[in-house]
């Protein structure tokens, strides 16, 4: 991800609020570049975004920040110059130098300086030659028209709250309250190669930082913990609920979720997130790949952004039921080749994603069969399926001027010799973070005011509550797993290498398993590979779905059919069966969709 950043200083106030039917604007002031004093800029918040035009003696061009690339913004002074480095409000900005800024509670500010700064943060999505990537835009406006910095912080204000207003839909006149909800951060330790703490915290913990989104982060610390953890507590404190992992983790908060008498009514008000930081992150890639947001492998940009923006679709939900159990996924059922290579190529978890290719060759040089019966209800009418509702969910508010309080001062200036310290609330103690992310870093510590980092050593065991797990959710419209079929259900009996189902346009990153599948559309993708096929007709299936293209994959031993329900019945007691990537008893697997039931937050992009 590149950043860019555009310094532009006030030149003077224009005063009155325009108002234009289709765009309205809603604060207009003049800036201008300090180095180039001819550079005069316009700078307009309107509803579509952050324009800023330039003006030169006969043209003017324009560029717009659009309003869902912003994150958020923040009001600034500026720090203390060292002696020697020159204190001269009128050169602060000269060149190349450095801005050096600080809040305004700071004991190092400058006195000198009266301007107040304001920094609005965006992510601007930008097409390079071979991608679509996201770029990290800072647009500073120094406010100095008032000569009070009082004066010029008040209209530094005035903007940063006219763009929170706008960033949260919520009229202009309305001073946001106070009222905070926190997002719930699940975070597996364990999922791909180990990075998952790592990587939250040099890659969402700013992001959520400039957004001002706090959270209250929980590492697992074993199997089942996130299950546990969202069966147990009141989830309804949270705005949501990110799993930080692989496919697994969210499949846990999913079943958690499902395994609460409340289920209806907390799907229906805390969407579920996922940051993906496993070996498939098959839903993560999906979710992006809908939204035509960049999935770049360990980039969580675009699904930082989508925690902070609250926007939420339908997804599918499948009910599955085997002998022992009732479960709910998101994802895929599968049974032979695909499952397989998930399951063996554990093994190889610290390689990453890396693991599955290999494996997949393996796999293939020494082919399996396996023998059962395979029933479906097939799709007919494909063009006549429901179409997923979006939502936006409450946003997380701060008060005015609450940024700029001393606990936001260790997200710029971390001293990395330091101890690090945060916050819980403002005025409330502050505790020491018994930080997991100190073994691998020592340095800035990102957290947006008011979140909390729950230790390894704290607050586990009550976790293991002696409550029965009961599975809740929707009844089922299927016979029981024993019972006979409606006669209308397809029935294939033979050799199979595979049957994998899948709800989901991908079951990994490099996996576009079902091109034609929507986010929440009724449908199954059932991909049937009969025993009989060759090792190279594999390979080339194989090839053809690495780079995205099953859509004439159907042949005498290989097909793909829309199903709305399917039971798989195994001969043998030897295979594997898994369920968004995890093992499940072998033996007789059905399940059905559920299109209307869970939310899950999705990039802003449409
Ligand atoms: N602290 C923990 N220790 C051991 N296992 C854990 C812990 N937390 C979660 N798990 C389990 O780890 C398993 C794998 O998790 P996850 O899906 O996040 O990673 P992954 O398998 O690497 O990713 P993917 O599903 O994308 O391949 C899940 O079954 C989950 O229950």
Redesign the pocket.
Known sequence: MADSELRLDVLHAMGDEKSDPKERVYLEETFYILSKKKSVFRVRLTSKGLSLIKETDDSSKEQTILLRDIIGSKCMRSKRRRVGGGSCVCTSLVGNQQLKVVDENSGDLDENDISAYLYIYAYVLKQSRRSLKRERTTITLRFRSYDKYEDNNKEAQKWRNTIKCLLMNEPISNIPSNIEKKLLVLL??????GK?RELFQTKVAPILQEADVPYDLH?????????EFVRTRNVYNWRGIV??????????VLNGMFQRLDWQQVFAEVPLAVL???????LAKTICHHFNEPFIHQNMTGLSLALARGKSSQIDVVRVETKTDIMFSLLSVGWGLISDI?IES?RL?SIG?QRFTLWALARTVALRKYKGVLSYALIKDIGNLPKPKTTIFGRSISQDGALDSPETEAFFDCDEQTETFMSTEIGKKHHRVDSWYSVHSRKTFYSARGSDYHSMTSAGSELRSPVQERMYGPASHLPSLMSELPTHWVQEDGEFVMVHVSYQSHI?EDFLFAPHSRLADGVMWMLIIKAGITRSQIFSFLLKVSQGNIADINNEYIKMVPVSAFRIVPEGQTGYITV???LVDYGPIQAEIFPNIVNILVPDTK
């Open positions: 597996n330790p364990k999922s791909g190669p998952a590492v697992t610390k074993y199997a089942n913990y996130a299950k799993a930080v992992g692989g496919d697994g983790v969210l499949f846990e993906p930081c496993g070996s498939g992150n098959g998930d554990e978890r994603g990994g968004d990537g995890e």
